[in-house]
């Protein structure tokens, strides 16, 4: 997964007109806030390109992100003058330093495999808040909400490009399979095709709250509509 600059690029473009970050970090801001308003520092755990970081670094005062994807951290890296970004895993991240408030969204949680890595990266967001600090994560579906067969599609025009993608997921035990292909039509080079597979793990809403529980959080599930998984909220007792 974004194993060369070229990937780290189609998603940055990709994900910029699929998404809008900018409310979705207003949304979350917002959840962190209700419960500690005087947050002024954040940390976006698997930040990918930083694109949600940029959004976040104009509401806190003092803002960084980390990604397992040196490729995804050096996107974010330069979109972010003054920002800093690291490279690192978020089950075993130490940066010797902690936030009011520690973010992870769009399903990154969703990459790992076991129950362990979940409680694993769940007591390294933690070490980095300071006491009632909010953990905010973006779960992938769970066993009972996700649909089978699922298919996504998204086309659009950026310059002299066409970029399209179709994703179709399937269900394996409690794993989502997701099969992607792009296709990117280039005014100068013409078509290109490449495709992955990423997998994605259906966590139980147990499972996501006994993680924050046994890290010391009090824990809730807030919707967020718009089809998406909700988020997971925490605060260090
Ligand atoms: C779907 S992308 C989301 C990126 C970004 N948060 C966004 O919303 O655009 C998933 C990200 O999780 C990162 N990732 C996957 N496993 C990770 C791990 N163990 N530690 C840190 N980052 C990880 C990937 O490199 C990728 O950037």
């Given at each position: 997964?974004?194993?060369?600059?070229?990937?780290?690029?189609?998603?940055?473009?990709?994900?910029?007109?699929?998404?809008?970050?900018?409310?979705?970090?207003?949304?979350?801001?917002?959840?962190?806030?209700?419960?500690?308003?005087?947050?002024?520092?954040?940390?976006?755990?698997?930040?990918?390109?930083?694109?949600?970081?940029?959004?976040?670094?104009?509401?806190?005062?003092?803002?960084?992100?980390?990604?397992?994807?040196?490729?995804?951290?050096?996107?974010?890296?330069?979109?972010?003058?003054?920002?800093?970004?690291?490279?690192?895993?978020?089950?075993?991240?130490?940066?010797?330093?902690?936030?009011?408030?520690?973010?992870?969204?769009?399903?990154?949680?969703?990459?790992?495999?076991?129950?362990?890595?979940?409680?694993?990266?769940?007591?390294?967001?933690?070490?980095?808040?300071?006491?009632?600090?909010?953990?905010?994560?973006?779960?992938?579906?769970?066993?009972?909400?996700?649909?089978?067969?699922?298919v996504s599609t998204h086309a659009?025009?950026?310059?002299?490009?066409?970029?399209?993608?179709v994703?179709?997921?399937?269900?394996?035990?409690?794993?989502?399979?997701?099969?992607?292909?792009?296709?990117?039509?280039?005014?100068?080079?013409?078509?290109?095709?490449?495709?992955?597979?990423?997998?994605?793990?259906?966590?139980?809403?147990?499972?996501?709250?006994?993680?924050?529980?046994?890290?010391?959080?009090?824990?809730?599930?807030?919707?967020?509509?718009?089809?998406?998984?909700?988020?997971?909220?925490?605060?260090?007792?």
């Open positions: 997964m974004y194993e060369n600059k070229s990937q780290a690029e189609l998603y940055d473009r990709l994900y910029q007109d699929r998404k809008d970050y900018e409310a979705e970090a207003a949304q979350v801001a917002g959840f962190i806030r209700g419960r500690k308003p005087d947050a002024a520092s954040l940390l976006d755990v698997a930040c990918g390109t930083g694109i949600h970081l940029a959004a976040f670094a104009k509401i806190f005062d003092r803002a960084a992100g980390i990604d397992l994807s040196q490729w995804m951290a050096d996107l974010a890296f330069e979109r972010l003058a003054g920002v800093p970004v690291h490279q690192g895993d978020m089950r075993s991240f130490d940066l010797g330093e902690t936030f009011d408030a520690v973010v992870c969204m769009f399903s990154s949680i969703g990459y790992l495999r076991t129950v362990e890595d979940l409680d694993s990266a769940v007591r390294a967001m933690t070490r980095h808040l300071v006491e009632d600090g909010v953990l905010a994560i973006e779960p992938w579906y769970f066993p009972d909400n996700f649909l089978p067969g699922y659009f025009k950026d310059g002299d490009q066409g970029i399209s993608r994703s179709h997921s399937t269900r394996e035990g409690n794993v989502t399979r997701m099969e992607i292909h792009y296709v990117v039509a280039d005014a100068g080079t013409g078509i290109q095709h490449r495709s992955e597979v990423d997998y994605l793990t259906l966590f139980s809403r147990e499972e996501y709250t006994n993680a924050f529980r046994k890290s010391g959080l009090d824990v809730e599930y807030v919707e967020t509509g718009g089809g998406r998984p909700g988020f997971f909220l925490g605060t260090r007792k």
